[in-house]
């Protein structure tokens, strides 16, 4: 029997990821100088919560919050 490869976009499987460790995703547009616009690849993001903001000097992230990330991703590459 052959095998099937279904081609599934990163930032859906993202978002398949988040919610199988019980968190909710939301879809974003890529703004301003997102590193991603006019890129030609599938492409998605993982944004963790940061108290004070990405790219500050004083950025805050909880370990609770940087471990959920970790999930999300790990999830995500189990999933390839």
């Known amino acids: ?10 930032a859906q ?10 968190q909710n995703s939301m879809k ?3 703004s301003g100088g997102s590193i ?5 690849h599938p492409s998605g ?3 963790i919560r940061n108290e004070n903001g990405s790219h ?8 609770d919050d940087f ?3 970790v999930r999300v991703l790990a ?4 999933h390839l």
């Open 75 to 78: 999830d995500t590459i189990s």
């Open 13 to 22: 499987r993202l978002s398949r990821a988040s919610n199988h460790v019980g």
């Open 56 to 63: 500050n000097p004083h950025e805050a992230m909880a370990i």
């Open 28 to 30: 974003t547009t890529p």
């Open 45 to 47: 993001m993982l944004f």
């Open 36 to 40: 991603l616009r006019g890129h030609q």
């Open 67 to 69: 471990m959920l990330g």
């Open 1 to 10: 029997m052959p095998t099937v490869i279904t081609l599934v976009a990163p």
